[in-house]
């Protein structure tokens, strides 16, 4: 009995009318948690009424407690009947279950029924005892934190990276029960609700399970989908990154680590032993004042099976140990090698984040991915979901292999998904094939950061872009040039990956939010024939979801793609393609070259005409394109300057394949023959089609701007102001006449008026970026495209923004010796008045210590007690120091100006509903979140039977969406946080029929929910207390940097 | 291609001032689209005719669901759909409560019933508001006269504190619920050039100190009723139009000091037993409901109009005023001070806000 569970049902408030002679309701609440219920006494005719009831007290354990929801339901007692539902409340309290997370979880929840919405609010307060299980065989996992995010959360710090976790559970789904024929709609609904709740629970905990076997304490990146196969069941899987994370006592042990690289650091020599302790960095070296735990064992055996794939973990050998020299070259190769045996030793070495420590990510080879097409049999044993999991481990080996054809030993930023229709599945997985740095991956590497100072600046800024395999047997056909940056290592002309751009790459100008859409027509068929048809189709789509994504990263003169994501969705007789990513300009590789138009037949004099018009068209766009994202990289005077004529044999770095049910593998290659692959050849119409298309693609308006990565390259003065938004359109095609040609325009326009629609809306906002753009096709019926957006809009401050016209170089150059000034400023103000004989060590090591922005370091003061009355008397100078530094550092960011402008800061005098923020990025701008307390993952299903009278389909579904963003904002505050991050509503299924006037959605959504102090209070608070002075200061500088 | 389902949802609810005034209008989504494009924001923003209908619709969808709040100023307060920033909602509130001088003239004084209601559609004919504006301005009347019909304490205080109005909207909400409660006759040609801020002055005077809650604030605070006390007791008055001795001394002391301070001094004095007879007589008959609801009327007939025809200037009517009922209390024969005080103390107010043209 490890654990209890305690509920309390204070009052409910806003209760709908249930009884309709008194216009009152007799409320009365049901508590259950898996099958003890308990009840508490029936209030009495009252809308707001005021239960207090005691503590109902669940005993369970602590397996329950992770795959359990808590179950609240309001009912209406009825003396002669049956008393009447009035809604539930699912409350999810695995945030409680470990221990650095929420304590409580209290507040209002809104009362949820699948068939009339929220009716009404319940103020509940849940709490949990726990025990300690020495069981060392034990089923749960309560205490591994999980994490949507898809990167190091922002307070903590990654010991070690440990890699890929996934896990998926199936089950028989209640909607295709024989029971559902009886029951009522509510029921149906309800039963779906719960099972999908307690999967996702138990799904959570054999992550869990594996993540501890891994010696990690935490899901990075954690990604649940869920797959509604029909008739054949329902399937919940996720996959996530284990690492091992440290919480950070205070932000100021993870500064350094990510400011720019002082001298000191610099000169600190290579060391590659483990053992922080011999290090000869200096001490006051933040890093070293911390405490690690290294696991005293390398090698440990498996304690649980589960069903599926397992991690090969056999006992490491000779890590670690090894020690590099100074030189790049051999570096490299050991590297290369430790690299090798780090990840070889995984099955699958992949990882969900999408944005990594600094040093993490060595080399970058490209997008990989694969596709499968599967037919759907019923799952006959819920407990042996092999099918399931054998078709997964095979696009993973596929994704692993293909990561190797390309030099590479890891696939970062992966993800998976599948698209369903009728009893065909696909199933995709993609990510970025890279070369890591293995200190991250094993046990003892938490010096790499500071080592790997010494190899970054070997490579900095543009290491990443350098090609991993090797040049004389590349995978593929590419074309190389030397780096624009260093000029020694070779890099590719293109570069596509689904990461985001790492945060100390060179870009110039600004990025752009670059689709390709595609639809293609296809035969209705049944079962087999289906899945050949559509297997045939793939490999034409991904070719041409691809050049199309090629040529207008050309016509917007950038060279590289982030955040790549190409989602196939299949319907009864089409399939759709739509590929997002953030195009940019990277320094360090080439010029791209322009886009050239060549006609089939020559000597035809109008037609001459009409090619060099189109062609002059082109160059406009690209010549505009430059002008408007500040593209001007700086002049070089050598000869490899790309030049305007397309270069021979340019290459995508796309390696993908397909492989149908019958397990073939088809290779594709995406080299266009030998033909130039930039030189468009209008041959026939379709080609014109793919033309003009190409220059349909209207600019956002001016002060706007749109990626899909997390923050838009260029852009770094983020204002506080936020929104987060979903918008959903369905069109229906009319289905006569319907062409590959008419299907693509209608797709193109759906999604550009989607864009303009939303640019229209938030025009207040101007400046501003729509960020993390996250696009969803699906094809609900014959005729329907459903197309769901969910994006943040930022505001930025304009002026600042028109300062980047000069690159970025210069401006990272300017912020690194304005940051060591300003870390100078007090230490001299200390040196200059103290005695002459002072103690104090050399100016330089002094500056590091003021980097580490704990104002007396923690060593020194140990060491040097003698100088503590004198470090007093100078607290003030300190103080003033810090201010000055904060007020520079503002100047620079207009975070303070967006303060001023933040409307919800201030609570209403008279309101008690908290503002909670929700974004699908992982940081508040202007904000530092000071705390995760714990996942939110909820489902929910709305029906209604009277669509007329709810507004339609759009009134129902934007209401049933206000209503899930209301939930999760009161599921947060509930926790006691202010915010969501990393948030995605991974599902919005709608369907409707009219004429029945009924429709139904099912929406999933999760993130993490936070705890953000806004920077301007932090500063409140650092005027108050030195000792949280430089915090402040050090939260900005990370910030802007 | 159709849309079929067109929709955007902020996690902060986007409200837009622009069309949140045209669907207070009453105006239909068509129609607000046609207006919005004429006044140029396509031009503006560059966005096409389509963008604009869906953003029109969002934002009447948007509208459509706060209204239910709306009813409930509290409960928008309270809910959680809808994020909306404290200025934001303030400014919903207010402008969902806000009314149009037209309208309210139609309906100041009427019964807000359900027969009134037939009436809107002559209304807006009348007054060029849409009968779906007509309807929300009357609803709200009527809920704010439900909701503090019963209530006790300082009406204006009640109003706000159940529908978070401004003061000054508060105020109006007062002067409305008053002017329905006690049916004062508004309608009338000659009362035409009256402005509805002109009456809500006059409601307020009235509330402050001719109903119960004026004389005693500690228990039954009524701010609705008219006190029938002070109402029965006013028939005293009239002593001071019937006895003609007390008539004459008091026109001597109202001439004695006003004498070279007044323009219109002769006219006054031909005038003023006609017009202190009509003040007096109004005071009198104020125990009929029927005299109370054409109060405004009889107030134009005896007082305002004559003065205006023989052109007196406003500050000469406030000299006579204050004259006039000071002089009271130099009559020996006369024990009703404080009650005319209390009279004239008000319609002192009154007479002044309505002596314009």
């Avoid at chain 1, 080399?363 to 799952?379: N, P, Q, Y």
């Avoid at chain 1, 199309?548 to 969705?569: E, P, S, W």
């Avoid at chain 1, 509903?913 to 993952?937: D, Q, R, W």
């Amino acid at each position: 009995m490890p654990g209890k569970l305690k509920v309390k049902i204070v009052a409910g408030r806003h209760l709908p009318v249930m009884d309709r002679a008194s216009d009152l309701t007799d409320a009365f609440v049901e508590v259950k948690f898996g099958n003890t219920t308990f009840k508490t006494d029936v209030y009495l005719k009252s809308l707001n009424p005021q239960w207090n009831s005691e503590w109902f007290k669940f005993e369970v354990d602590d397996e329950d407690l992770q795959d359990e929801p808590l179950q609240i339901t309001v009912l209406d007692h009825d003396t002669y009947s049956a008393n009447d539902a009035i809604g539930k409340v699912y409350i999810d309290i695995d945030p409680l279950l470990y221990s650095e997370a929420a304590t409580v979880i209290s507040g209002w929840f809104p009362i949820y029924d699948t068939i009339h919405g929220i009716r009404g609010e319940i103020n509940v307060v849940v709490k949990v005892d726990l025990f300690n299980d020495l069981n060392r065989f034990r089923q749960s996992s309560c205490g591994v934190k999980f994490f949507c995010t898809t990167s190091i959360p922002k307070c903590y710090r990654a010991v070690i990276i440990h890699g890929f976790v996934e896990e998926l559970v199936v089950n028989e789904d209640p909607e295709y029960q024989w029971i559902d024929r009886i029951r009522t709609p509510r029921a149906s609904n309800e039963a779906r609700q719960r099972l999908i709740s307690l999967m996702s629970g138990e799904l959570q905990r054999k992550i869990g399970l594996k993540v501890l076997e891994m010696r990690g304490n935490a899901v990075v990146g954690y990604l649940q989908c869920f797959d509604l196969e029909g008739e054949s069941g329902l399937v919940v899987r996720a996959i996530g990154t284990a690492c091992t994370l440290d919480k950070l006592s205070s932000p100021a042990a993870f500064l350094p680590a990510c400011n720019s690289p002082s001298k000191e650091m610099k000169e600190i020599p290579f060391n590659e032993d483990p053992n922080p302790n011999t290090h000869s960095s200096g001490p006051s070296t933040p890093l070293k004042n911390q405490t690690y735990s290294f696991s005293p064992s390398k090698s440990y055996s498996r304690q649980s099976s589960s069903s599926d794939t397992d991690l090969s973990l056999t006992p490491k050998t000779g890590m670690g140990s090894g020690s590099a020299g100074k030189e790049g070259g051999p570096f490299k190769a050991l590297l290369r090698q430790q690299t090798q045996s780090a990840l070889e030793q995984r099955e699958f070495p992949f990882f969900t984040l999408t944005a990594f420590p600094p040093g993490f990510l060595v080399h970058v080879g490209g997008v990989v991915s694969a596709r499968s097409v599967k037919l759907l049999d019923r799952i006959h044993n819920p407990d042996e979901p092999e099918t399931r999991d054998a078709w997964w481990a095979e696009i993973r080996q596929e994704i692993k292999s293909h990561a190797k054809a390309l030099g590479c030993h890891a696939v970062v930023g992966y993800s998976e998904s599948t698209s369903i229709c009728e009893e065909v599945c696909i199933l995709s997985a993609s990510g970025t094939a890279a070369v890591l740095n293995p200190r991250f991956l094993q046990d003892g590497t938490v010096e790499g950061c500071l080592e790997q100072r010494l190899e970054e600046n070997l490579s900095t800024r543009c290491g990443f872009c350098h090609i991993p395999y090797d040049e004389l047997n590349m995978p593929f056909p590419a074309h190389l040039t030397y780096c624009y940056n260093c000029r020694k290592q070779k890099v590719p002309d293109v570069l596509f990956t689904t990461i985001d751009l790492p945060t100390d790459a060179t870009v110039i100008g600004k990025g752009c939010l670059i689709q390709a859409r595609l639809c293609r027509l296809k035969k209705k068929a049944q079962a087999e024939a289906n899945a050949t048809a559509i297997s045939n189709l793939l490999p034409f789509m991904e070719y041409e979801v691809h050049t199309q994504l090629m040529n207008k990263l050309k016509l917007k003169g950038m060279n590289a793609l982030f955040g790549l994501r190409i989602q196939i969705t299949v319907g009864e007789n089409m399939l759709m393609g739509l590929a997002s990513a953030t195009g940019v300009y990277l320094a360090a590789l080439p010029t791209p070259g322009g886009i050239q138009i060549a006609g089939k037949t020559p000597n035809d004099g109008s037609y001459e005409q009409h090619i060099s018009h189109m062609q002059k068209k082109i160059n406009d766009t690209i010549a505009k394109n430059k002008e408007l994202y500040e593209i001007n990289p700086p002049e070089i005077s050598e000869e490899i300057i790309g030049s305007p004529i397309p270069e021979p044999r340019q290459r995508s770095r796309l390696l993908r394949s397909q492989s149908e049910s019958s397990d073939e593998v088809t290779e594709l290659d995406l080299s266009h023959g030998k033909k130039d692959a930039f030189v468009l050849e209008i041959d026939d119409t379709d080609a014109m089609e793919d033309v003009h298309s190409l220059l349909t693609d209207v600019p956002p308006p001016s002060g706007f701007y749109s990626c899909n990565t997390e923050i838009m390259p260029g852009i770094n003065n983020w204002t506080s102001e936020i929104q987060m938004f979903t918008s959903v359109r369905v069109i229906r095609l009319s289905s006569l006449n319907l062409t590959n040609q008419a299907l693509n325009k209608n797709f193109n326009d759906l999604c550009e008026n989607l864009l303009k629609s939303l640019y229209f809306k938030l025009r207040s906002m101007i400046p501003c970026c729509l960020c993390h753009v996250n696009f969803t096709v699906s094809l609900p019926e014959d005729e329907l495209i459903q197309v769901t957006v969910t994006a943040v809009a930022i505001t930025f401050d304009k002026n600042q923004a028109l300062q980047t016209t000069k690159t970025s170089v210069e401006k990272s150059l300017q912020r690194a010796s304005t940051d060591n000034e300003e870390l100078l400023q007090f230490p001299l103000e200390l040196c200059s008045d103290s005695l002459p004989s002072h103690p104090f060590p050399p100016v330089k090591e002094h500056l590091e210590s003021a980097s580490s922005n704990s104002g007396i370091p923690a060593a020194q003061r140990d060491r040097c007690s003698s100088w503590i009355e004198l470090i007093k008397l100078k607290a003030q100078t300190i103080r003033r120091g810090s201010i000055k530094t904060t007020v520079t550092v503002e100047k620079a960011s207009p975070v303070g100006d967006g303060n001023f402008r933040n409307r919800s800061a201030p609570p209403c005098a008279n309101s008690t509903v908290g503002v909670v923020k929700m974004t699908p990025l992982s940081f508040i701008p202007g904000a530092k979140i000071t705390k995760y307390l714990g996942i939110i993952n909820m489902f929910f299903i709305r029906e209604t039977t009277s669509l007329r009278e709810e507004g339609g389909v759009s009134g129902f579904l934007h209401a049933f969406i206000a209503e899930v963003f209301a939930m999760v904002r009161a599921h947060v505050a509930a926790l006691g946080g202010n915010a969501v991050v990393s948030y995605i509503m991974k599902q919005c299924v709608f369907m409707e029929n009219p004429n029945k006037n009924q429709a139904q959605c099912l929406i999933n959504v999760s993130g993490d929910a936070v705890v953000f102090v806004r920077e301007s209070d932090l500063e409140v608070v650092s005027s108050q207390q030195p000792t949280t002075n430089c915090q402040s200061s050090c939260t900005e500088g990370e910030v802007t940097t | 291609m159709t849309s079929e389902l067109d929709i955007f949802v902020g996690n902060t609810t986007l409200i837009d001032e622009d069309v949140y005034r045209l669907w207070l209008d009453g105006y239909s989504v068509t129609d607000a689209v046609a207006l919005r494009v004429r006044s140029g924001i396509l031009e503006q923003t560059g966005a096409t005719a389509a963008v604009l209908q869906s953003d029109t619709m969002d934002h009447y969808r948007t509208f459509h669901m706060l209204e239910r709040l709306l009813h409930a100023p509290p409960k928008l307060l309270h809910q959680l759909i809808f994020q909306i920033p404290p200025s934001r909602q303030a400014l919903l509130i207010e402008r969902y409560y806000a009314f149009d001088e037209a309208f309210v003239w139609e309906v100041l004084g009427k019964k807000l019933s359900k027969g009134t209601k037939k009436d809107l559609d002559d209304i807006s004919t009348k007054t060029g508001i849409t009968l779906k504006s007509c309807r929300r301005q009357f609803d709200n009347f009527k809920r704010v006269f439900k909701v503090v019909e019963e209530m006790r304490g300082s009406l204006v205080d009640n109003i706000q504190q159940h529908f978070l109005l401004s003061d000054r909207l508060a105020r109006d909400y007062a002067a409305i619920v008053f002017f329905a409660n006690n049916r004062f006759e508004t309608g009338k040609k000659k009362l035409q050039y009256l402005s509805f801020g002109d009456f809500a002055f006059c409601a307020e005077l009235m509330i402050q100190n001719g109903t119960l809650g004026a004389v005693d604030s500690q228990m039954d605070d009524m701010d609705m009723d008219l006190d029938k006390e002070f109402l029965q007791d006013m028939k005293e008055l009239k002593v001071l139009a019937a006895d003609k001795d007390l008539l004459d001394l008091h026109k001597s002391l109202v001439c004695t000091a006003l004498l070279g301070k007044l323009g219109v001094f002769s006219e006054m004095e031909a005038n003023f037993k006609n017009l202190s007879r009509g003040l007096v007589n109004v005071a009198a008959k104020l125990t009929h409901n029927k005299d109370v609801r054409d109060l405004f009327v009889d107030l134009v007939e005896k007082f305002v109009e004559p003065c205006r025809s023989d052109h007196w200037p406003l500050s000469d009517v406030r000299f006579f005023l204050n004259q006039y009922s000071a002089s009271v209390h130099s009559l020996d024969g006369f024990r009703h001070q404080a009650l005319w005080d209390r009279y004239m103390g008000t319609l002192r107010g009154c007479l002044l806000r309505l002596y314009h043209d």
